[in-house]
């Protein structure tokens, strides 16, 4: 994604947004996918980097050792204008590119991927769609496939008044949330409307703008009026947002449970929302908060991250049905190693 300078964010998990438009301006791209690990990794199988044939890139598959060499063999790729598996780590034709542990990561450069596979994608994922792509399978079994697997951008809808609602949709912005926040207040808006958030108004407790929520978006309500919690937590139970999160002390949040369970609630639902929100019960400031909701946010979404897969290989009868054509190359330019 792009900061506020609509400069790209080198180090960003999601790199098609950027291919694409390397693509749409006429460059060729190469599409680098971490397809193997022996050993341990920073970086999960899946993670990918796009590099432009000018050898600007986004993505990262390392902790920081092997991303310029990536670059140099992802535009020697463009160049020939075929596709290529290249190890890194124990076993590496180079020897002097070396991985913590002893470690071996394979590669999988693709240039041959098409801007109609990737827009398609970006379309899906725009919609709050998930999205998978094939990736090309540089090995001998020619009944199976590589299929990367892509889900929409982590959302988070803040909803509240002050300086920590602000400080929370401007960090969790920097950290590539889609921040959505709904405000009555002006200065929070005005806070954050520089950031590249959107805002939604809200003119009265009483007639409130829908949340918009799924299973990527975490929803937290940051009010000193606790009386705008009324109706936005049972409109928040309505969703399947991953977390529900609500700022106040553990009396404040005793109260609220108790009101809610008064206006028939059920109590299992009543469990999801954590409160008060954070994992630093007690902080004072701003940023002390943001910081400790955020990392409750992770600590929560990491849980049901371990149950999803990014990459992983089927036979072509059990590829989803929304998968894309596979990156045409020209014969022999998918050499084994994989």
């Known amino acids: 994604m792009t ?24 460059e060729k791209i190469a599409l680098v996918t971490l397809a193997k690990i022996e050993g341990s990794s920073p970086r999960p199988l899946g993670a990918q980097m796009a590099v432009s044939e000018s050898g600007r890139w986004v993505g990262y598959l390392s902790g920081g050792c092997i991303e310029r060499a990536v670059v140099s063999e992802a535009v020697s790729a463009i160049a020939e204008g075929r596709n290529r598996a290249v190890r890194y780590g124990r076993g590496s034709k180079y020897m002097d590119i070396q991985l913590p542990c002893g470690s071996a990561i394979e590669l999988v450069f693709d240039v041959g991927v098409s801007v109609e596979e990737l827009a398609a994608v970006d379309a899906r994922l725009r919609q709050r769609l998930s999205a998978t792509l094939r990736v090309p399978f540089l090995g001998e079994e020619t009944d199976h496939c590589l299929v990367r697997h892509y889900q929409p951008r982590k959302r988070l809808v803040v909803a509240g008044v002050g300086p920590s609602a602000a400080q929370l949709s401007r960090l969790a912005q920097a ?6 926040a709904y405000s009555p207040d002006r200065p929070t808006i005005d806070a954050v409307s520089s950031s590249g958030v959107e805002i939604v108004w809200m003119s009265s407790a009483a007639i409130l703008p829908k949340i918009r929520a799924d299973a990527r978006t975490a929803i937290v309500l940051m009010f000193h009026d606790h009386e705008w919690e009324r109706d936005l937590l049972p409109m928040a139970l309505a969703t399947n947002a991953f977390y529900i999160g609500a700022v106040g002390s553990r009396a404040t949040h005793r109260t609220r449970l108790q009101r809610l369970a008064d206006m028939g609630l059920d109590p299992a639902e009543l469990a999801r929302i954590h409160g008060p929100a954070g994992l630093f019960i007690g902080v004072k400031n701003a940023t002390d908060m943001a910081l400790s909701i955020l990392a409750e946010i992770a600590q929560i979404e990491r849980s049901l991250e371990r149950r999803r897969l990014e990459l992983e290989t089927l036979s072509e009868r059990d590829v989803p049905a929304f998968a894309l054509s596979e990156s045409v190359s020209s014969p022999g330019a998918r050499p084994s190693g994989l």
């Open 3 to 26: 900061n506020r300078d609509q400069r790209w964010e080198a180090f960003d998990d999601y790199v098609l947004d950027f291919a694409l438009e390397r693509m749409r301006a006429g």
């Open 175 to 180: 950290v590539g949330f889609e921040v959505v």
